[in-house]
């Protein structure tokens, strides 16, 4: 009897493989930050600051509008930069911004409610309108 050779299976192609393990990858690193972050932003200073930190502002710029002393926005962000929350461009002149784009709904409801926004806000591109008095 002639044994029939078992046909094996070809491997996925590099490109391929690659492309899983970076979403794979993706998915649970998103997880962990998101984790993370629940538990730095501890307070209501510092998810305002982490709503702002959409890479069009410095850390200035966040602490004039947040009114948050700049010193304690620094903090914060060094603290996020740390654990990998946050990334600055030095050849964008420091502005943060979240590796993960992630801001809770709350967070966003405390920012508009203790900061006061323009009509167009510079947090996530929200119409925030104001009440008028």
């Known amino acids: 009897m002639a044994r029939k050779k078992k ?14 393990i970076s979403k794979y990858s993706k998915l649970v690193a998103g997880s962990v930050v998101i984790e993370l972050a629940k538990k ?21 710029q966040i602490a004039t ?18 654990f990998g929350l946050l990334e600055e461009e030095s050849g964008k002149g420091g502005h ?21 926004l323009p009509q167009q806000s510079e947090v996530s591109g929200e119409n925030v309108q104001q009440e008028k008095q």
């Open 7 to 20: 046909a094996k299976a070809k491997p996925p192609k590099t490109e391929e493989s690659l492309s899983q």
């Open 40 to 60: 730095i932003a501890s307070t209501d200073d510092r998810k305002i600051i982490w709503v702002f930190c959409e890479g069009k502002l410095t850390r200035e």
């Open 65 to 82: 509008k947040t009114k948050i002393p700049k010193r304690t926005v620094s903090y914060f962000i060094d603290e996020c930069m740390n």
């Open 96 to 116: 943060p911004k979240r590796v993960i784009d992630y801001v809770p709904e709350e967070w966003k409801r405390i920012t508009r409610e203790k900061v006061k």
